[in-house]
């Protein structure tokens, strides 16, 4: 009898273990953990994310939104909508400040009306948002998984959208330790960690095909793409 009560406490922190809710926007396009959206906008409603966030499993889950930081800015420019809208935001600070989104059991989050949008401007100068989507206990406790994205207001960015199509680095989840490349010009590629740690760099042209990441151990990591203009770009990668 206690081998059982054993194996169904072992049973339900697994399942607190893995993912619980996704995050997508409001046409249905996944948000994924470390995606970085920038707008050069900041009026409504080219400058507005809006989401959906979906609870996957057969039980209420309580989600809030953390303001893990802003650059750039005081905050004050962020409107984030999430159940209660707030018109301004304070960094290390969860949303809603009250109570948690509830999610009944395999229910989504009200497909309009919850949203990012900074209004905000600094002149030429980057502003920046983290924000960390993420479950709580009855206890207030962060559990299961977690979406931090990055909400950046780029004035200078519209240049970019030419950039991005310019190359390609693919798969973006790698078992043999290469990873594909298909670009038009010279670049410089550098891989962090999700603690922000540089572990390697290199430089890639148009004859180039794949990259050797077999120094990397497994996990994930953003690289970091930038050409000889400034232009600058992020791909996730899942290293197995």
Do not use: W
């Not at 989504?108 to 949008?117: K, Y």
């Not at 207030?140 to 190359?167: H, K, M, Q, W």
Request: glycine share 6%; proline share 3%.
């Amino acid at each position: 009898m206690k081998t059982l009560n054993l194996i169904a406490v072992l049973l339900l922190v697994s399942t607190f273990s893995f993912a619980q809710f996704t995050v997508a926007k409001s046409d249905g396009t996944p948000i994924n953990d470390g995606d970085i959206f920038t707008f050069t906008s900041n009026s409504y409603p080219d400058a507005s994310l809006e989401y959906v966030v979906t609870n996957t499993i057969n039980q209420p889950i309580n989600v809030v939104i953390e303001v893990v930081s802003i650059s750039n800015t005081n905050g004050s420019g962020m409107e984030l909508c999430f159940g209660s809208c707030y018109s301004g935001v304070t960094a290390h600070t969860n949303y809603p400040t009250d109570t948690p989104y509830q999610l009944a059991a395999n229910a989504s989050s009200e497909p309009n009306g919850n949203h990012f949008l900074n209004t905000a401007s600094n002149g030429s100068n980057t502003i920046e948002y983290v924000f960390k989507f993420k479950q709580l206990d009855m206890n207030g406790n962060e559990i299961g998984n977690t979406v931090t994205i990055t909400y950046r207001y780029d004035p200078t960015a519209g240049v970019n959208d030419n950039f991005l199509t310019s190359f390609n680095l693919f798969p973006t989840i790698i078992k043999n330790n290469v990873l594909n490349i298909q670009t038009s010009e010279n670049l410089d590629l550098t891989f962090v960690n999700i603690q922000g740690k540089t572990l390697k760099q290199t430089k890639v042209n148009t004859n180039t095909k794949s990259i050797d990441i077999s120094n990397l151990n497994a996990g994930t990591y953003f690289v970091l793409i930038a050409n000889k203009d400034g232009q600058e770009a992020y791909k996730k990668i899942i290293l197995q």
